[in-house]
C-alpha cells in the first residue's frame, strides 16, 4: 500500500525506468526482457563447469563444514549491464518496489529450473541478513525483499526464516577487500544463529551479487556447524 510519502515523491519525481527512462516504473518489462540468464552453472570455488551449481567434489571436501553445497547465479554482470544498474538502484537509490518485483521474479525462475521441490519437503530461504545500522540506514534489506518475491511465486511452498541468522558485528565493505581471504578474515564473527537449525531441511541463502562467496560462507558455516545439512546459495548475479 503507497504511502503518502511515496504518493508525494511520485508526483515530483515521476518514477523513470533506471535503464530507458520510461516513466511510471523503475524497471519497466521491456528492459526486464533484455536480461541473460545463466545457462551454464559452475563451481563457485574454481568454476569449473558444475551441473547445477553443485560445489566440485574437491573443494567441498577440503573444507564441507564452510563450502556451499551448490551456488546458482541467475546472471553475470558482464553480459547484462541493465542488471547491474538495477540492482545498484535497489540497494543504494532507495527504489525496492517494482525493482525488487522484477528481480525478484528472475531468482524465481533461476530457482525453478534448478530445484525440485519434491526432493525437498523442507524448503527454507534465508536472506543474508543486514547490521542493524545499515539496515536502519537503507530503510529495508534487499536480500528480504527479494526473498519474498521468491515465496510468492512458489505459492508458499517454500518457507523464509529472516531471523535465523543476525549480524551483529559491523563489517567493512567488501569491495575494499580485494582478496577472498581479505574478504573471509573481515567477515569472521559477523553472523550469529538465533534459533534451532532442521538437519532435514534444505536451506537456501539469498543475496543480490556474489564475488567470491565469503558472504555466502560466513552464513553457510554457521548453519552447518549447528546440523545443517545441505546448504545452497541463489544470487542474482556474480560480480
Given at each position: 500500500m503507497p504511502t503518502l510519502k511515496n504518493f508525494l515523491l511520485d508526483l515530483l519525481f515521476p518514477r523513470q525506468c533506471v535503464s530507458c527512462k520510461k516513466i511510471d516504473t523503475w524497471l519497466c518489462n521491456q528492459c526486464f526482457r533484455h536480461f541473460k540468464p545463466t545457462i551454464h552453472q559452475v563451481c563457485y570455488i574454481c568454476r569449473s563447469p558444475s551441473e547445477k551449481g553443485k560445489?566440485?567434489?574437491?573443494?567441498?571436501?577440503?573444507?564441507?563444514?564452510?563450502?556451499?553445497?551448490?551456488?546458482?547465479?541467475?546472471?553475470?554482470?558482464?553480459?547484462?549491464?541493465?542488471?547491474?544498474?538495477?540492482?545498484?538502484?535497489?540497494?543504494?537509490?532507495?527504489?525496492?518496489?517494482?525493482?525488487?518485483?522484477?528481480?525478484?521474479?528472475?531468482?524465481?525462475?533461476?530457482?525453478?529450473?534448478?530445484?525440485?521441490?519434491?526432493?525437498?519437503?523442507?524448503?527454507?530461504?534465508?536472506?543474508?541478513?543486514?547490521?542493524?545500522?545499515?539496515?536502519?540506514?537503507?530503510?529495508?534489506?534487499?536480500?528480504?525483499?527479494?526473498?519474498?518475491?521468491?515465496?510468492?511465486a512458489f505459492h508458499q511452498l517454500l518457507t523464509i526464516n529472516h531471523k535465523l541468522l543476525t549480524r551483529p558485528k559491523e563489517t567493512a565493505s567488501q569491495v575494499s577487500s580485494s582478496t577472498r581471504a581479505a574478504r573471509l578474515e573481515n567477515?569472521?564473527?559477523?553472523?550469529?544463529?538465533?534459533?534451532?537449525?532442521?538437519?532435514?531441511?534444505?536451506?537456501?541463502?539469498?543475496?543480490?551479487v556474489v564475488t567470491t562467496g565469503a558472504t555466502l560462507e560466513e552464513c553457510c558455516s554457521i548453519l552447518k556447524q549447528n546440523g545443517a545439512k545441505q546448504v545452497w546459495g541463489l544470487v542474482l548475479a556474480r560480480n
Open positions: 560445489t566440485c567434489k574437491y573443494h567441498l571436501s577440503a573444507d564441507s563444514l564452510r563450502r556451499l553445497d551448490r551456488m546458482i547465479v541467475s546472471a553475470h554482470y558482464s553480459a547484462n549491464p541493465i542488471l547491474k544498474k538495477a540492482i545498484h538502484a535497489l540497494k543504494y537509490k532507495q527504489k525496492p518496489e517494482d525493482i525488487s518485483e522484477k528481480l525478484g521474479e528472475l531468482l524465481s525462475q533461476t530457482l525453478a529450473f534448478h530445484l525440485s521441490i519434491f526432493h525437498y519437503p523442507r524448503c527454507v530461504l534465508i536472506p543474508v541478513p543486514l547490521h542493524p545500522k545499515r539496515l536502519k540506514s537503507r530503510g529495508y534489506n534487499q536480500a528480504e525483499l527479494l526473498t519474498q518475491q521468491i515465496v510468492t567477515l569472521k564473527g559477523a553472523f550469529e544463529l538465533n534459533g534451532t537449525v532442521d538437519p532435514d531441511a534444505l536451506y537456501i541463502l539469498i543475496d543480490d
